[in-house]
């Protein structure tokens, strides 16, 4: 009887997202903003892949790490633009339920495929700092395909459970999601059912499989830092340092907004910065992380070069 009551609950078809509000003066100029952003993000990654693929110099894991971190960030910011974008032009901020929860799955697979492949790359570059003797025995391709690949996989099999079971939660209303995107957190606060079990999921889900990866990105990096403290040139130091100075920014950044989003208690009053926080890891990381990994190496402006030369000469 409780299953049938709960059936007779569920009356809400579709989600509305509000969004970034009601400011329809800035919705053409958001649009153009986004768009751009998307464009050069998505630009930016396809460019990475096509180069290191190009370029039989740069089969080496490292640049192996690359393809597979620009093919999650193209498919990570595909899950949230395309719809974003149609709702700034078209003012529809309507979403079905069934759209909402396969943005969610993606969404957060993705989110905790990149944690996972972030502790591999760091991983990978304390090995060619660390130990560069034994990097090429230990970090061959099979290494790294099999480190890449379980990040994938690892992703999406954790957010298969959360996203299952906040599938069948009964949302009666309200319908109204403040946010731009389908997240774990605002979909919970509009479900009519007892979300406890879940959120506790959640929380133990994150710990296990978000701070395990934190931790060994935590630990190479400490290492890598320890390294560059011994070298006793101070050219040598900055040159070194410089390898990883970025990744090592682009990494706090990506973790400190999460932590925020997620950890911190939810009130009404880090709402916004909620969401502040949300378009740093979802919508800004991507867009520079194909600048931060590859655009300033030298192996890729070098690949680029020979690729518009190429075509041009």
Known sequence: MGGREENNLTVIKEFILLGFGNIYEFQILLFLMFLVIYLVSMLGNFLIVVLIVADHHLHTPMYLFLINLSCLETCYISTIFPRMLDSFLTGNKLMP???????????????????????????????????????????????????????????????????????????????????????????????????????????????LFGLLPFLLTLISYGCIVKNILRIPSIVGRKKTFSTCSSHLTVVILFYGTIVIVYVLPKNRSLRDLNKICSVFYTILIPLINPFVYSLRNKDIKQALRKAINHIFV
């Not at 969404?107 to 130990?131: H, N, P, Q, V, W």
């Not at 459970?161 to 946010?179: A, E, M, R, S």
């Open 97 to 207: 339920l069934n759209s909402c929860f396969t943005q969610l799955y993606f969404f957060g697979g993705l989110a905790t495929a990149e944690c996972y492949l972030l502790a591999a790359m760091s991983y990978d570059r304390y090995l060619a700092i660390c130990k560069p003797l034994h990097y090429v025995a230990i970090m061959s391709m099979k290494t790294c395909l099999q480190l890449a690949g379980c990040s994938w996989i690892i992703g999406f099999l954790v957010n298969s459970v959360p996203t299952y079971l906040i599938k069948q939660l009964v949302f009666c209303g309200p319908n109204v999601i403040d946010h731009f995107f389908c997240d774990f957190t605002p979909l919970l606060q509009v479900s009519c059912s007892n979300t406890m079990k879940i959120q506790l999921l959640i929380f133990i889900l994150s710990a």
